[in-house]
T-cell receptor, first 116, second 113 residues
Framework: GAGVSQSPSNKVTEKGKDVELRCDPI?????LYWYRQRLGQGLEFLIY????????KSGLPSDRFSAERTGESVSTLTIQRTQQEDSAVYLC??????????????FGEGSRLTVL | AQKVTQAQTEISVVEKEDVTLDCVYE???????LFWYKQPPSGELVFLIR??????QNEISGRYSWNFQKSTSSFNFTITASQVVDSAVYFC??????????FGTGTRLKVLA
C-alpha cells in the first residue's frame, strides 16, 4: 500500500517475553519515528531515524528497548523482557525529511501491545 | 526546553456549535514548525496543518481555521459548525530542530448529535 504499514496490529504477550514490532514506512521517506501512546495519553517520543542512523535515541525508556532500521526502509522496535507497563500502542511515522525542513508526519495505524 | 500544552483534556459540544481547541507552546528556537493532527476513533493520526514560525497568517480550510500568535505562543484551532464526524482526539505538535516532534497531551472532542 501507499501508507505506513505496521505489524502486528495487535500483540498479546506474557510478562518477560520479547516482542518485535515492525514498521514499513512510505517508500522514499528518509525520516522515521517511533512513538508510544499509553491508553488515553499523548504521544511519547521513543526514537528517530534519519536513513539508517538513529541520531536521537533519547526517548527509549530503558535498555530493554532497541530499534534498528535497514535499507533506509523497514524498522523494527524490539522490547526485551516485557513488563506490564510496556502495554501501549506503538506508533510509527515517516516523513520525507527531518531537520529544519520538517514535514508532515505520516502515521501507521499502530501496534497495540498488551503484556499480561 | 520545548513543550506543548493542551490544557483542555476533553470538550463536548452539540452539533453545529463552534469550538476552539487551545495550544500553547514553548521553545527558544526562532525557527520552528507547529502542527495539528487528528486521531479519530480508528486510531490513525491524520495531518491537518503545518505552520512555520515566520508565517503568522491565519489559515482557513473549510470549517477549520487556525490562529497563530507568536506574542502569546499560541496556535489555536477552531472548528466552525461542528459535526459528529469531528469527534476525535486532536494533537498539537511542535518541531524545533531537534528532530523531535513534541506532541501535546491531546484534546478529546465529542460532538453530540
Amino acid at each position: 500500500g501507499a501508507g505506513v504499514s505496521q505489524s502486528p496490529s495487535n500483540k498479546v504477550t506474557e510478562k518477560g517475553k520479547d516482542v518485535e514490532l515492525r514498521c514499513d514506512p512510505i517508500s522514499g521517506h528518509t525520516a522515521l519515528y517511533w512513538y508510544r501512546q499509553r491508553l488515553g495519553q499523548g504521544l511519547e517520543f521513543l526514537i528517530y531515524f534519519q536513513g539508517n542512523s538513529a541520531p536521537d535515541k533519547s526517548g527509549l525508556p530503558s535498555d530493554r528497548f532497541s530499534a534498528e532500521r535497514t535499507g533506509e526502509s523497514v524498522s523494527t522496535l524490539t522490547i526485551q523482557r516485557t513488563q506490564q507497563e510496556d502495554s501501549a500502542v506503538y506508533l510509527c511515522a515517516s516523513s520525507l525529511v527531518g531537520g529544519l525542513r520538517a514535514g508532515e508526519l505520516f502515521f501507521g495505524e499502530g501496534s497495540r501491545l498488551t503484556v499480561l | 526546553a520545548q513543550k506543548v500544552t493542551q490544557a483542555q483534556t476533553e470538550i463536548s459540544v452539540v452539533e453545529k456549535e463552534d469550538v476552539t481547541l487551545d495550544c500553547v507552546y514553548e521553545t527558544r528556537d526562532t525557527t520552528y514548525y507547529l502542527f495539528w493532527y487528528k486521531q479519530p476513533p480508528s486510531g490513525e493520526l491524520v495531518f491537518l496543518i503545518r505552520r512555520n514560525s515566520f508565517d503568522e497568517q491565519n489559515e482557513i480550510s473549510g470549517r477549520y481555521s487556525w490562529n497563530f500568535q507568536k506574542s502569546t505562543s499560541s496556535f489555536n484551532f477552531t472548528i466552525t459548525a461542528s459535526q459528529v464526524v469531528d469527534s476525535a482526539v486532536y494533537f498539537c505538535a511542535l518541531y524545533a530542530g531537534t528532530y523531535k516532534y513534541i506532541f501535546g497531551t491531546g484534546t478529546r472532542l465529542k460532538v453530540l448529535a
